[in-house]
């Protein structure tokens, strides 16, 4: 007897499926099995054409990448005191401690004691508005990654691949990364040290 109202319970549920699937099949040329097998085909990315436009601005990197293509958050319009030439021009400088009172606030920590970089090793000596590459090139602040890689070449590397640094948005597409400044103080570019924020016990316990 309970298999009889079991049974007459999933009538109408069965019923309502195959009227469903007689309809889909109808509105369509592609049967469902069709539809399955088509969503399990492998995705390609690089075909996505668009996409919703990121609140903050960015720029196509200039590196080599097998995966196509990315860009990195810009730089320059986060900067207070860009354009540097405002102020770096060829006119002599009356005020006493110039760089004193416009860039106190910066702390140089960066490089090894004895070996510590000075603002000509990063800022290009005659074109203010750019920073120096290899061989004296100038490098636009918003792919200062030029720069940095020239001595952490390693984490270059890594950063063009997507193992160093953080991806912003777009899992498909273009992606959009952070560029190097947008983590590192390029002054001071190495974190304090801290506790971490969460603690996990041994594997053990």
Not at 54 to 70: D, I, N, S
Not at 142 to 171: E, I, M, N, P, T
Request: proline letters at 4%; one cysteine or more; a positive charge.
């Amino acid at each position: 007897m309970k298999k009889i109202i079991f049974g007459s319970s999933l009538l109408p549920f069965v019923s309502g499926i195959l009227l469903l699937l007689c309809l889909d099949a109808g509105a369509s040329d592609e049967s469902v099995l069709d539809r399955i097998n088509k969503a399990n085909e492998p995705f390609d990315g690089s075909k996505i054409e668009s996409a919703y436009a990121l609140p903050m601005k960015t720029v196509r990197a200039k590196e080599p990448y097998q995966g196509g293509t990315f860009r990195l958050l810009a730089r320059k319009d986060s900067i207070a005191r860009f354009r540097c030439s405002v102020c770096h021009t060829d006119k002599k400088t009356q005020a006493r401690d110039g760089s004193l009172s416009t860039h106190g606030d910066i702390k140089l920590n960066h490089g090894r004691e004895e070996d510590g970089l000075s603002c000509a090793d990063c800022h290009h000596e005659k074109e203010k508005d750019f920073l120096v590459g290899k061989k004296g090139a100038k490098v636009d602040f918003d792919h200062s990654y030029q720069l940095c890689g020239k001595c952490h070449f390693r984490q270059k590397s890594d950063w063009v691949g997507g193992a160093h640094g953080k991806r912003v948005k777009y899992w498909a597409g273009e992606r959009v990364i952070n560029n190097c400044a947008t983590c590192h103080n390029p002054h001071s570019p190495r974190f304090a040290k801290r506790m971490p924020a969460t603690f996990s016990l041994p594997l053990d316990k």
